[in-house]
C-alpha cells in the first residue's frame, strides 16, 4: 500500500516547492507597485516562516490527533488559500496578512511528510522526493515569468498557482482512505519493522537534546544551508536587476535556474546514494556552491556567465538537505534520530526566517551587490559546522 501512496507524495512535494521562489522573482514588479523599499521583501519571508517554524513545532501533535493524510490535506488546502489571497492583494500589509496561512500551511505539511518518508521509504526516495520539491521551485518561477512576459499582472500568477494547489487538494481528500490502509498495513506487519516507530517522533525537552554532542553544530549548519537556499530564492531576482541590470522578466526566468540546478540535482543524487555516502555527497555540494558564488563575485556581466554560475549554486545545494536528514540516524545513532531530525528542521525554518530579512538590510543599506559574499560566508560556516559534526560523532 506504501507503493500507492508514492505518487500522492510525490505531488504533495511538488507543491511544497511550487510558492517557494515566487516571491522572489515577482518582488522586482510588487515592490513598485505597492510603494515599498526593496528590502520589505524581507518582512514577508520572515512572516511566513515564522508560521513555519510554530507549526513544524505543532507537527506531532498534529499527525497524532488527524494523521499524515489529514495533515497533508489541511495544509495544501491552507497554502492554496494563501496562494489566492496573495493574487487578490493590492496593498502590502494584505500580502502580510496571507503570508500568515501560508507559512501555518507549508511548515506542518513539511515537517510530516519528511518524517512519514524517513521512517517508511529507502534513502534514494528522499533525494528523489525533494528533486519533486525542485520541480515546483522551478515551475513556480517560470511561471511567474511567463506570466509576467505575456504583459499581465503578479497577481496572475499567484492565481495560476493557487488553481493546481486546489487541485492537489482534491487528490489528496480522495487519496485518504489510502494513507488509512497503509497504516493497517503498517500494524499488520510491526513485528518486521521493528526500526519503524508507530508514530511520529515525541521530541523530548530541547535542552536534553541539546547536550548531545554535535547537535548544536548540525543545528547551525543546517540553519546555514536553509538560510542559503532561502536567500538565494529571494534575492536572486532583486540581485540580477538592480546588479547587472536584466528586465525583471529575465531576472524571474533566472531566479528558476537556481531551482531548476536543484531539481536535476536530485534527481541525480538518487541515483548517486546508491554508491557514495551521504556525508560525501554533502562535500561534493559544499564545492559545487562555492564554485558558484566564487563565480558571481567576479566583475562578469555576462549573461551566460551569471546563468551557469546561478545553476551551479542550485546544483551544489540539491544533495545538501536530503543527506543531512538521511544521515543523522549514522551520525546519531537511531533511537536519538527522530529528535535531532525534529530539532535540525526547527533550525532550518529559524534560517530560512532570519537570513533572508537579513540580506534585505545590507541591500537597502549598504549595496545588494554584497549577495554571492554573503551566500558564500553562510557556505564557510556550514562548512566549518558540519566537520565539527563529524568529528564529535566519530563519523570522520
Sequence with gaps: ????????????????????????????????????????????????????????????????????????????????????????????????????????????????LNNYVAIHYKSHHMSWLHCMWGVGATLGPYIMGHVLAQGLPWNMGYRMLSFFQMALVLALVIALPLWKAADDEREEGKEEEESAPDEPWKPRPLKEVIRIPGVKEIMVAFFCYCGLESTTGLWTGSYLTLHTGLSAEAAATFTSLAFLGITIGRALNGFLAFKFTDDQLIHLGETVIAIGTVMLLLPIHVENYQLIAIMLIGLGCAPVYPCIIHSTP??????????????????????????????????????????????LGLLVLMFVMYEQVRRKTNHV
Aim: proline letters at 6%; a neutral charge.
Design 1 to 112: 500500500m506504501l507503493s500507492f501512496l508514492l505518487p500522492i507524495i510525490y505531488a504533495a512535494f511538488i507543491s511544497l516547492g511550487l510558492p517557494d521562489s515566487v516571491l522572489g522573482s515577482a518582488w522586482p514588479t510588487i515592490y513598485p507597485e505597492f510603494g515599498v523599499p526593496v528590502s520589505y521583501a524581507g518582512i514577508v519571508s520572515a512572516i511566513i516562516s515564522v508560521g513555519t517554524v510554530i507549526s513544524s513545532l505543532l507537527s506531532a501533535r498534529l499527525i497524532s490527533v488527524l494523521k499524515t493524510g489529514g495533515v497533508t490535506a489541511i495544509s495544501v488546502a491552507m497554502t492554496a488559500a494563501a496562494l489566492y489571497g496573495f493574487s487578490i492583494c493590492h496593498n502590502f500589509w494584505a500580502l502580510c496578512l496571507w503570508a500568515v496561512p501560508y507559512g501555518l500551511g507549508a511548515g506542518s505539511v513539511d515537517a510530516a
Design 330 to 375: 549514522a551520525h546519531f545513532g537511531k533511537r536519538e534520530s527522530q529528535e535531532i531530525i525534529g530539532v535540525q528542521m526547527a533550525s532550518a525554518y529559524v534560517g530560512t526566517t532570519v537570513m533572508p530579512p537579513l540580506f534585505g538590510l545590507i541591500a537597502q543599506h549598504i549595496s545588494i551587490r554584497l549577495w554571492p559574499a554573503y551566500l
